[in-house]
């Protein structure tokens, strides 16, 4: 597609519940990135995709977080059990190839309650 | 990584051209410096980047000086619409290094 193309846009989760983010990168990018934005900062890592391989997973806050990109284009974040704390804005990007110019999704509005 | 310093926030005027400074004194040789631009409700958008003395595009310039501790930001002639938060960011430009942000500087353009 001609972006980085989120689902859902908003997502309201009771305490928790389990919730899957979806992610679909611009077609033919390696590279795909996960963030996340709390309220007033900015974007946080969580999560990096060289094709289907999770090369780097160190900023994933807790063990309830998962994130896979089986065939090596849509990934999904999930977010199991969740927490108020959880309430943010998350993020995906996607390159190509190198640094230069990351294209970034709207992002999905999770509100834990 | 490379911490950057940006202000936390800016005022200007429709028409006028705005300077966004950051400080990034730890800067690494193979570091280059790129800008984001995030309105609300959206993700960050590249703007431009550049490694050392002046970059410029269609949308900004970017002036790096010689020692590169620092960088700035020129957005000629501001609108309305330019109004959002800029992000500053310093890394190697590698494909499978994160990007670092910081707080970024919130710009609010006035009529």
């Known amino acids: 597609g001609a972006g980085v193309s989120q689902s859902p846009r908003y997502k309201v989760a009771k305490r928790g519940q389990d919730v899957a983010l979806r992610c679909d990168p611009i077609s033919g990018h390696v590279s795909l990135f996960w963030y996340q934005q709390a309220l007033g900062q900015g974007p946080e890592f969580l999560t990096y995709?060289?094709?289907?391989?999770?090369?780097?997973k160190s900023g994933l806050p807790s063990d309830r977080f998962f994130a896979e990109r089986p065939e090596g284009s849509v990934s999904t974040l999930k977010i199991q059990r969740t927490q108020q704390e959880d309430s943010a804005v998350y993020l995906c990007a996607s390159t190509q190839g190198q640094s230069y110019g990351y294209t970034f999704g709207s992002g999905t509005r999770l509100t834990v309650v | 990584l490379a911490k950057t310093t940006q202000p936390i926030s800016m005022d200007s005027y429709e028409g006028q051209e705005v300077n966004i400074t950051c400080s990034h004194n730890?800067?690494?040789?193979?570091?280059?410096i790129t800008w984001y631009q995030q309105f609300p409700s959206q993700g960050p958008r590249f703007i431009i980047q550049g490694y050392k003395t002046k970059v410029t595009n269609e949308v900004a310039s970017l002036f790096i000086p010689a020692d590169r501790k620092s960088s700035t930001l020129s957005l000629p002639r501001v609108s309305l619409s330019d109004t959002a938060v800029y992000y500053c960011l310093v890394g190697d430009r590698n494909a499978g290094n994160m990007l670092t942000f910081g707080g970024g500087t919130r710009l609010m353009v006035k009529p």
């Open positions: 995709f060289q094709n289907e391989a999770q090369l780097d």
């Open positions: 730890n800067i690494a040789t193979n570091d280059y």
